[in-house]
Structures are given as C-alpha cells and as structure tokens.
C-alpha cells in the first residue's frame, strides 16, 4: 500500500513546479510514511521556483543592461553620421568621426555575435570544426585581438608560452576563449596593470592560465562568473560595460572541448586568474590524421559498427594517410592491417585473406598497378579475388579507365570523405560476399 | 540671465558618445563640459554651476548616475541645473516626476538639439 502511494507521487510530482508543486506536496504531508519524501518534493519545487525566479530576474536585468550597452555606441554612430551629412565637422574632424563610427560599429557587431553565440548555445548548436591546433599560435592570435585595448590603459601583457602543445579543437573558438579571458583581464585592471597569459603541459593536459592584478572577484559572485546573464547583472561588470555572456560562451566551448575552466580570486581587489585546462592530442595524432583524408568542410568521420566484421588490408606510404585510413575504417568497426609497401601487401594478402583491398596506386615505386596485377594472379582461395579500391592524388581521370582495367573495382580521390571511404569499402565487402 | 546661459555638462562614459554628442553641440553652438563619471561631474558643477542643463548617463563608472543626481539635487547652488536622463532606468524616475526628459533609448541629433534648445 505504501508502495502504491509513493508511485503516485512519483509519478505526478515531476511537471509540476513552483507554488502548485508545493501546495500538492503539502497536501499530502500527513501520510506519515512519505514525510521524508514530502519534505524533499517541498524543498526541491521551492528551490525549482526560486531558480526559475532568479533566472527570469537575471534575464530581465541582462535586457535593461543589453539595451544600456548598446545605447552609448548607437548615439555615437548617429551622432557622427548626422555631423557628416550635414556637413558640420571640421575636415580635420571628418577622418576622427569615420574612426569612431566604425569602431562603434565593431562593437555592436560584437554584441550580435556574442547573441548569435548564446542562441547557438542554448539551442545546442555550437559546433566545433576539429583539426590539430597549436594553441601557441591561437594564443598569439588572441593577444593580438586585445593589445590596442591594453595599450590604452597602459596594460602589460606577459606571455609564458611552451611553444609545443597541441589540442584537437576548433582553432577560431579556442582563439574565442583565450580572447575573452584576455579582454576581460584587461577590462578589470587598472591603469599601468599586468596580465599573464601562461600556456604550459603535463605531458596529457595544456593549461592556459590569465591572470590579471586588477579588480579581483567578490567571494559570493565567484561561484556565478561562468552563468549566463549573470555577470551582466553584477554592478561592477556594468561599469566595465560589455553584455557579461562573454565567460558562459567560454565555459560552453571549453567544456565542447572536453576541458574544464576555473576562476580564482581571493576577493575584491586581488586580481583573478582563469585557467582552461584541455586534453592534449596524444600519441598518433588522430584528429590531424583525419584530416588529411576527410575535404576540409566535408562530413566528419561518422563512427558505427557498419564494417563490423570486416578485414581491411590498406597499402599506403603516407604515415599520416595510412594512419588516418586505418582509424577511419577502424572506428566504423572494421579490423584493419595497414602496411606502407606493396610487398608487403602480398604477403598480407596470401597470409590473412582480407575481404577488401584499399591501395594507393602511386606508392614509392610506383607498382599500385603491379600489386593488383600480382593479386589478380593468385587463386581464388589465396586472395586473388578480393575486392579492391585504388587511391589516387585528385580525380586522375585520364587514369581511371587504366586503374581498372588493372583488377580494381574502385577508384577514391584523395583527400577522401571519410564517408566516401566508409561506403566504397561497405560497397566492396558485399561484392566480395556475393 | 538664464537663458543666456549655452553650457552643458555632459556626463557620458563611453568616450566615442560624448566626443561625438560634444562636437555636435558645438557646431551649434553650445559650450560643452565632458565628464566620464559622475564625481568628475560633481567636481565641474562645484567649480561652476553656471549650466543650463546637465545630460546624464546613469551607467557611469566612478560614481554613477543615481549617486550623482542624489549629491546634485542635495546641494542648492546646483540643485536647480535641470538633468536629462540618457538611460532607459530614467523612465522610472520621471515617473516620480523628478525628471523632466528622458532619452531611454539611443540619443538621436533632433531630440538632443530640441531638449537642448528647451533648457538653454
């Protein structure tokens, strides 16, 4: 019985939120077995109106702070333009007046961009374009965006960078996250002050560290930097102007990058350091690998068990391509050999059997053409029949009537789609079946 | 006497607004006083309080906006310079009737000139 009264409470509490939530919980209070139960349910739909309270407030006050932040820039474009047009600048002012307008302009522009980030985020559209990155070169790219605004607050910018960690990541978002936290290290200094930018590795992580000497963070707001509308409502972020969506953009990327981000202040006044801590790319560089083979822009690899199954031989010089191949076709459930000569693609082929053959056909020495000759002349049962794709550098047109007619089956343009390859060697293991 | 008065006290942060509101109030012909906060306003209006309106920025850093205005109207050689509020908050306060005009939105060249024009 017992049971049965918790079930329904289970089930119809959920929807509800906030003062409904609570008077139906409470009305259901004196059933003494689910007190507990009860006083949790209370607290959790107090709590889930309080949030709700506080985030619509937070939003309200990022609306009053958007339409303040975009008021200044506005008054100074029109204000120009109308001076220009109607012709009442001084021509030593028109020069100063153009400057302005677009300067005020950029940061409007940066505000839409900053919006259009946020509606991607809460619309879960973020997405990334994932290569190898060096993030010494983000990093430099990043201090390049702020240094007009450093230097016109007399702002020090250090730099500890080790010049060799690599991330896989979004080079343009991770540049993004940098340049946030360096604008905002610079915003809250003051005159004549310092900001550190350190980028260091452990050997399995890369930690960007800013830190500046400047405003510091109040304790009770530390917790709150990374929430969205949040710094916009904080007095001090406002004196400082900006939106404040710029650190829950951060955290968003970040953390799409498999990374953490944290603030440090010891309070009001003691400066603040951020530190983004990212995975680093380890061993053979997957990501870099892939794209050597998958177009730039083209689908990523898409991973499954559609090859499951499936033995794959790859001929291929290229370590990088080779590697890339294999984890293509690997993580799409495939087991793969891949070898770099096509001597030694025949003794695979007599030893293993392999359903389908991928070969370049401009190996070192030339011989795709006399590897596929070679196979074709073994028995059936010594792998002489298996199905085969030939890898060419670009179209090769004038070449494909010659590729098979040399035994293979197939023709790939590098660089590959990864889903190109994936189909040709779905396509090649059923012919080998049939 | 006062309407011969043509000086503002414009208290603006954002550098760009006020150089731009400064020039264009020049060309017609007003002396203005930039302040980028509302103690640098304080120290131009005790200096001298011959203004004929005082256009205010409420996001000020420093001391802002709200914190000018109460230590503006608490002094009486001052108190009687008339404040245009150039913030959408200003719309709460012109309810109470404390203030007479208010740009809550982006400051366009026709309604500064006319409110100017008004006051001075």
Redesign the interface.
């Known amino acids: 019985m017992v049971k049965e009264t918790h079930h329904v409470i289970d089930a119809v509490a959920p929807p509800m939120t906030g003062v409904e939530g609570v008077r139906f919980a409470e009305g259901r209070a004196p059933e003494s077995v689910l007190v507990i139960d009860n006083a949790r349910i209370v607290e959790e739909a107090r709590d889930a109106a309080a949030a709700a309270e506080m985030a619509s407030r937070a939003k309200d006050e990022f609306l009053?702070t958007m339409?303040?932040e975009?008021?200044?820039?506005?008054?100074?474009i029109?204000?120009?333009a109308?001076?220009l047009r109607m012709g009442?600048?001084p021509p030593e002012?028109t020069a100063?007046?153009l400057e302005?307008i677009e300067?005020?302009a950029g940061i409007l522009s940066r505000f839409v961009e900053e919006l259009l980030d946020v509606s991607r985020i809460v619309s879960g559209k973020l997405g990334l374009d994932v290569q190898s990155v060096d993030l010494a070169t983000v990093a430099d790219a990043a201090l390049e965006t702020v240094r007009a605004a450093a230097n016109a607050k007399d702002v020090r910018l250090e730099t500890l960078i080790d010049a060799s960690a690599k991330v896989a990541g979004d080079s343009i978002r991770l540049q993004q996250v940098i340049s946030n936290l360096l604008t905002n290290a610079v915003k809250f200094s003051d005159r004549g002050g310092r900001v550190l930018l350190c980028l260091v590795t452990d050997g399995s992580r890369a930690m960007i560290s800013v830190r500046d000497v400047g405003e510091g963070i109040a304790a009770d707001f530390l917790p709150h930097v990374f929430e969205r509308y949040r710094q916009a409502s904080d007095?001090s972020a406002?004196?400082?102007?900006g939106l404040g969506l710029g650190l829950a953009i951060v955290r968003e990327i970040v953390e799409l990058h498999h990374g953490t981000v944290n603030a440090e202040s010891a309070g009001r006044g003691q400066g603040a350091t951020f530190t983004v801590t990212l995975p680093l790319v380890e061993g053979p560089d997957a990501l870099r690998l892939q794209r050597a083979v998958v177009d730039a822009g083209g689908p990523a690899a898409r991973t499954g068990s559609i090859l499951a199954g499936v033995q794959v031989l790859i001929v291929e010089a290229d370590a990088d391509v080779r590697t890339a191949l294999l984890a293509v076709l690997e993580l799409n459930g495939a087991s793969v050999t891949a070898v770099a000569s096509a001597a030694e693609a025949m003794d695979r082929v007599a030893r293993d059997h392999p359903d389908v053959l991928v070969s370049d056909i401009m190996t070192p020495e030339n011989d795709g053409y006399e590897l596929i000759r070679r196979i074709r002349g073994l028995a059936a049962d010594r792998g002489g029949q298996v199905p085969a794709a030939a890898l060419t550098d670009g179209a090769a047109t004038h070449e494909v009537g010659r590729i098979l007619d040399a035994g293979y089956q197939l023709h790939l343009a590098k660089p590959v789609d990864a889903s190109a390859l994936v189909a040709a060697v779905v396509k090649l293991a059923a012919v080998g079946v049939v | 006497m006062h309407e011969r008065i043509r000086r503002v006290l414009l208290v603006e942060a954002n550098v760009d607004a006020r150089e731009a509101m400064t020039a264009f109030l020049e060309a017609e012909g007003y002396d203005v006083v930039g302040a980028a906060n509302g103690q640098d306003a304080l120290v131009h209006l005790r200096a001298s309080p011959i203004f004929c309106v005082i256009l205010l920025d409420l996001g000020t850093p420093a001391m802002d906006g709200w914190e000018f205005w109460a230590e503006h109207v608490r002094e009486p050689a001052t108190a009687s310079v008339p404040v245009v509020i150039m913030s959408l908050e200003g719309l709460l306060a012109q309810r109470d009737g404390a203030v007479a005009v208010v740009f809550p939105g982006p400051v366009e060249w026709k309604h500064l000139l006319e409110t100017v024009q008004h006051h001075c």
């Open positions: 009053a339409s303040h975009m008021r200044s820039p506005l008054a100074a029109t204000i120009w109308s001076l009442k600048l002012k100063h007046a302005s300067r005020n007095a406002r004196v400082h102007g």
